[in-house]
């Protein structure tokens, strides 16, 4: 079965910086738009920043941009989500997705992983 893998989480002081990854597994997406979402507790998940197929366009959530930057290894099956400059808010378990569409809504993505969870102290 298709699958996708979170991992890069953690605990980090305001200001600090992690990467996470989104390792797929089951089937190659290469040709596929990607996307990171999160949820923040007690809130529903948003938008975070969308990748395109080849990863030449990329958009971003106003709270995130200039921030944060969302790549990804086609050869390796795999997505990226830098975040730079991070702050308490940024406190949320983040998902990876994969879907059919270049989009800022979850509706749109087909596969998610589990989570990775991110929290920024202050």
């Known amino acids: 079965q298709v699958q996708l893998v979170e991992s890069g989480g953690g605990l980090v002081q305001a200001g600090g910086s992690l990467r996470l990854s989104c390792a797929a597994s089951g089937r190659t997406f290469s040709n596929y738009p990607m996307g990171w979402f999160r949820r923040a507790p007690g809130k529903e998940r948003e938008f975070v920043a969308t990748i395109n197929r080849s990863g030449s366009t990329t958009y971003y959530a106003d709270s995130v941009k200039g921030r944060f930057s969302i790549s990804r290894d086609n050869a390796a099956n795999t997505m990226y989500l830098q975040m730079n400059s991070l702050k308490p808010e940024d406190t949320a378990v983040y998902y990876c997705?994969?879907?059919?569409?270049?989009?800022?809504?979850?509706?749109?993505?087909?596969?998610w992983g589990q989570g990775t969870q991110v929290t920024v102290s202050s």
């Open positions: 997705a994969v879907g059919s569409r270049y989009s800022t809504s979850q509706y749109d993505y087909d596969y």
